[in-house]
């Protein structure tokens, strides 16, 4: 994989969507506005007075059962992150400050696919420092039972997600990517989170899940999809969970550069997998593309060792 003179990029002007949270069923709305080279992802609650910024990183993951959580929902966190932050990642948006107005992110139609466009409607600025990345130097893993994850060397960012579920509805799927903005958009974003009926119906007993509907998930019902359409594609339950894998991934606060493999994962485990590459300095590297000169000389290209200490802020 070769990079060029690779600079970081902001939105070129700022967006807002509205839709509704899917545990809270109630309206939510986001605004992401562009952001300063090195800013990284950055949440902040408009609801809130005084509201601590909450950068979009692994460290700051409060909860991963239903969804993946930052900060403290109760007082100035979110939670639900992980679509818009795989379209983020994906389509390349390294520096951002994301306005909500409530404790929820909007789920929209449960995948990445209306973030997709609001990118691509304002479009990418690009920055005048060199991207950072977090290059994977040896292989690190997690068992759990039997579902396991982990990080391998890659030039690039690819990612190998397998599930296996008891409904022969889904059974076992495999999808084995190379991350690229196209193909993030053209195979993973539209794909919509899902679950079974038996496990919504519990959560609403529970308070969970109130905005859940045939709107925004996949809904499983005795081996039958409930949605009238159907599924989006024949697998679109591995690609939806490898939409959360990139979303999940996206909170090493930089661009990796590995191969990430999962069999049976889920949010828990994507976070795992990046504890445990950030508990081991000797795992990982950050290298940085060359910085763009105002003057027109640009570096040699190519990556090099970034001349800091390991902070992924």
Known sequence: MTHHIDR???????????????????????TLCPADANTGIVFVRSDKKGAREIAARWDKVSAT????VL?????????????????????RVDNLMVEIDGPEMPIMDGSSDAFVEAIDQVGLKRLDRG???????KPVRVDTGSAWC??????????????DFDTPLIGRQSLDIELTPDLFKRDIARARTFGYVKDVEQLWKMGFALGSSLENSVAIS????????????????????????IGDLSLAG????????????????NHAILVKLFEDESAYE???????REAGQAEKAGLVAAALAPDVS
């Open 150 to 163: 982990e990080l391998h060397p890659h030039n690039g960012l690819r990612f190998d997600i397998t599930i």
């Open 65 to 68: 059962a239903l969804c993946t």
């Open 71 to 91: 900060g403290d929902p109760a007082g100035d966190g979110l939670s639900t992150v992980e679509h818009l932050m795989a379209a983020l990642y994906a389509l």
């Open 254 to 269: 930089l661009q990796i550069l590995g191969h990430y493999r999962s069999y049976k994962g889920g949010h828990k485990m």
């Open 8 to 30: 970081q990029t902001t939105l070129a002007e700022q967006v807002t969507l509205t839709g509704i949270g899917v545990h809270s069923g109630k309206p939510a709305s986001i």
């Open 222 to 245: 005795e081996d039958k999809v409930l949605n009238p359409e159907g599924t989006r594609w024949t697998d679109e339950f591995v690609r939806h969970k490898t939409l959360d894998a």
């Open 286 to 292: 950050i290298v940085e593309a060359p910085a763009f």
């Open 131 to 137: 991207r950072r990345y977090i290059r994977v130097k």
